[in-house]
């Protein structure tokens, strides 16, 4: 006998479980004694489903949002008219502190750190953690008992910041026991590039890099603004300095370790091949304005290289997968784009020599010549139309509505084109998917680890629940329908009526997939050039394609 298959059954798949969207509620009973009810609500990191990790994330918005108002508050033109308010919230942050401070204290008796403690509220006192905490709060309610100078206490209340220690230092020990046993240059390697000995260490990392480029982008911005840059210049200027300074070492960090990743293992090739990358360059642009004008400035004048600071902005495009598939998408149809671009140049420095030749008589002043009349040809083609160039005589008038209608589809092409290019990698990004999930679900059952991979992917094409349930459903029916037929021959198929047209709409599904996995520029000249299909299959395949 041959051996039957067994399938996972849709109701033994869990979507939001593979998505990691599972909306658990928490398994805490409501008979538990207080103590332990309100730590297994508030403060178990154990429990899944709980506020632990809510009340961790408002704490922590808390905190930054601390470091900025005692940034604004040493600025009397923003801290004077607003005094009150800055002293509400003061109080309202040192309220919170205080009230997570006994919180804490309370339920230290059913902490694991500190319940085998002979006192374990004793214990959690002199914990680092609770000493951080005390110090965000103490000089708050030292200056009601013994006069401090508003300077010194603003200082002071800068350990406040050492809370974030409590998010930072878990993540560091997880990250040590992920690279034990590993180099140092694999450690930073693990720091910097996204991999399996990374954690949450590795995610901390990225976000502080993505508030920095924010944050010095923003200062950037506002630096244009005269009456902000009077008040914050030197804030300005200290903020460029140590985001500098932090994508520097970050800079170096990823040459340093780039050797570890697969293709750069050579020390002086490699790291070279790194230095070449798109977003290596990125990382150097960001940093290279500082440098040439602190040691530059006194040869040249160059502040207008300022605005190239902006380029940092370009930072968070690594990693981000809309422009890895925006750049697949422009290097596939790279030679129908250039062709477009082609046309449109052309057209532009045509209509540009036709408007110089109509209206240079008439308008000598905008219509100078050839290169300047190129502004408004371009903006004429675009269907912009400002306004400030505009032909008086009755061939240029005529001329720009003839120009008007042919600029809506010639510069309509590069766009359409794009479009298109990106909903068809999405497309075959998601037949990949598909692809991988029929192998997954082939055996059986899906693993932990195939799991964690479908999350990714799924994470990384933006897909929702019900696509994915759509994707396991059509990959479910197909794996059935194979072990229907799989055993019979074509002529038992094709006896039944219902059986060929199951198995007609697989085969036909099959091509469908195929067609939007294969390079089909290669494909059809494979096809066209070696004739190894007839003008028929060709006409068919492209059909089957939606391509005739």
């Not at 008219?81 to 804490?104: I, N």
């Not at 204290?105 to 680092?128: H, I, T």
């Not at 602190?294 to 207008?304: A, S, T």
């Not at 068809?424 to 991979?453: F, Q, T």
Request: proline letters at 5%.
């Amino acid at each position: 006998m041959s051996e039957t298959k067994t399938f996972i059954s849709l109701k033994e798949i869990n979507v939001k479980h593979i998505l990691g969207e599972e909306d658990q509620p928490a398994d805490i009973s409501p008979d538990l004694p207080m103590r332990k009810w309100l730590h297994s609500w508030l403060l178990n990191p154990d429990i899944r489903g709980n506020h632990q990790a809510t009340v961790e994330s408002w704490i922590g918005f808390l905190i930054i949002t601390n470091l900025f108002v005692m940034l604004f508050e040493h600025i009397p033109q923003i801290y004077d008219p607003y005094k009150s308010w800055f002293h509400f919230f003061d109080v309202f942050s040192v309220g919170v502190f205080t009230v997570e401070y006994l919180l804490r204290f309370y339920l230290a008796p059913e902490d694991e750190e500190f319940s085998q403690k002979k006192n374990p509220r004793l214990a959690y006192v002199f914990s680092p953690f609770a000493l951080i905490d005390f110090l965000a709060v103490a000089p708050f309610y030292l200056q009601a008992f013994i006069p401090v100078d508003l300077r010194v206490l603003r200082f002071l209340r800068l350990l406040r910041m050492l809370k974030l220690f409590r998010i930072v230092i878990p993540a560091y020990y997880e990250f040590l026991e992920l690279n034990a046993g590993r180099s140092f240059r694999q450690r930073i390697h693990a720091l910097i590039f996204p991999s399996a000995y990374g954690g949450k260490l590795q995610e901390i990392y990225d976000g502080f890099i993505g508030v920095c480029v924010l944050l010095s982008v923003f200062a950037v911005v506002m630096e244009s603004v005269q009456s902000v840059d009077y008040l914050l210049n030197i804030e300005f200027t200290i903020l460029d300095a140590v985001v500098v300074g932090i994508f520097t070492i970050e800079y170096c960090m990823r040459m340093y370790s780039c050797v570890e990743e697969p293709g750069f293992k050579s020390p002086i090739a490699g790291r070279l091949k790194q230095a070449k990358g798109v977003s290596t360059m990125i990382d150097f642009l960001a940093i290279l304005p500082f440098f040439l004008e602190v040691f530059l400035h006194h040869l040249l004048d160059l502040r207008f290289l300022r605005v190239f600071r902006l380029s940092r902005l370009l930072k968070l495009t690594r990693g981000n997968d809309a422009t890895q598939i925006l750049v697949k998408v422009l290097k596939r149809e790279w030679p129908v784009i250039s062709a477009s671009a082609f046309i449109m140049v052309l057209l532009v420095v045509l209509t540009a020599s036709l408007g110089y030749l109509f209206e240079h008589d008439a308008q000598p002043d905008k219509f100078e010549n050839i290169p300047t009349t190129i502004y408004w040809a371009v903006i004429t083609l675009a269907s912009v139309g400002y306004g400030d160039i505009s032909p008086v005589t009755v061939p240029g008038r005529a001329m720009t509505v003839v120009l008007a209608f042919i600029g809506i589809g010639i510069f309509a092409i590069p766009a359409a084109l794009l479009s298109s290019a990106f909903s068809d990698e999405l497309v075959k990004e998601r037949e990949v998917l598909k692809s991988e999930l029929y192998e997954m679900m082939k055996d059986g059952h899906i693993d932990a680890a195939e799991i964690e991979n479908i999350r990714a992917e799924a994470n990384r094409l933006h897909l929702s629940e019900e696509e994915v349930n759509a994707l396991i459903t059509q990959i479910h029916q197909a794996l059935e329908r194979e072990a229907k037929f799989s055993h019979l021959p074509i002529n038992q198929i094709a006896a039944r009526p219902d059986f060929a047209l199951e198995h007609y709409k697989a085969l036909v599904g099959d091509i469908r997939q195929l067609g939007l996995l294969v390079d089909r520029a290669e494909f059809d000249k494979l096809a066209i050039d070696k004739g190894r299909l007839s003008p028929d299959e060709l006409a068919l395949w492209k059909h089957i394609q939606h391509r005739d």
